[in-house]
């Protein structure tokens, strides 16, 4: 299957900074890409969609000034979670799509945010 | 609404059969992905279903019945490997991914 390459895999950072993960389609052109968070024992919860070029569509409840998404170009797309917090430590998911119908989204590695 | 609904846990013995089934009511259908996810790793794909009937992939079956909002993945010849939580996962009309809460599969020896 095609890669996606999340990076980085596992970042710490103090309460108030940001940080920015990437996510990068190896060997397709992504023309959608998909914002996930994960809590312990729970579910993927879909962030923000995001298509190449435009703004990212945000899902109720979800701060787009917080969690600024960025998809410049068909491989990549950023999220940057801003002035962090400790209850923004989760597992955060990326995943890319092609923009033909009916294809599958495949994933990132994922990447765990610790807020201390 | 819509709503994905799939069992919470189940528990199989190695070299068993399992079979974890998926119903959904969504706006629109267009297509039906299983995955896989190891705890404290992201989803890996399994299958997608679009057209009724089974898919075989190896070990790992998917079935689709979309006129009764039902899905199953079946896994054959279990392997201590195959403990992890399976996702059922449904393309709505707008080609929004809903997910189901999960499957935690525990395999016994």
């Known amino acids: 299957g095609a890669v996606v390459s999340q990076h980085p895999s596992r970042v710490i950072c103090k309460s108030g900074t940001s940080v920015k993960i990437e996510c990068r389609s190896l060997?397709?052109?992504?023309?959608?890409m998909f914002w996930y968070r994960q809590f312990p024992k729970q579910s993927l919860m879909l962030m923000a969609t995001s298509n190449e070029g435009s703004k990212a569509t945000y899902e109720q409840g979800v701060e787009k000034d917080k969690f600024l998404i960025n998809h410049a170009s068909l491989t990549l797309s950023t999220l940057t979670v801003t002035s962090a917090h400790p209850e923004d430590s989760s597992f955060y998911i990326c995943s890319a799509k092609d923009g033909r119908e009916n294809t599958e989204a495949f994933f990132g590695q994922g990447t765990r945010l610790t807020v201390v | 609404g819509q709503n994905i609904d799939q069992p919470t846990e189940m528990t199989a013995t190695e070299g068993a059969i399992v079979q974890i089934n998926c119903t959904y009511q969504t706006s629109g259908f267009n297509g039906l992905f299983w995955y896989q996810q190891h705890a404290g790793e992201a989803p890996t794909f399994l299958s997608y279903?679009?057209l009724d009937g089974l898919e075989e992939k190896g070990r790992f079956s998917s079935f689709l019945s979309r006129s009764k909002g039902y899905s199953y993945l079946l896994l054959k010849e279990l392997q201590m490997k195959d403990s992890a939580s399976y996702l059922c996962?449904?393309?709505?009309?707008?080609?929004?991914?809903?997910w189901g809460a999960g499957t935690k599969l525990i395999i016994k020896p």
């Open positions: 279903n679009v």
């Open positions: 060997d397709f052109q992504a023309t959608t």
């Open positions: 996962a449904v393309l709505d009309s707008n080609y929004q991914l809903i």
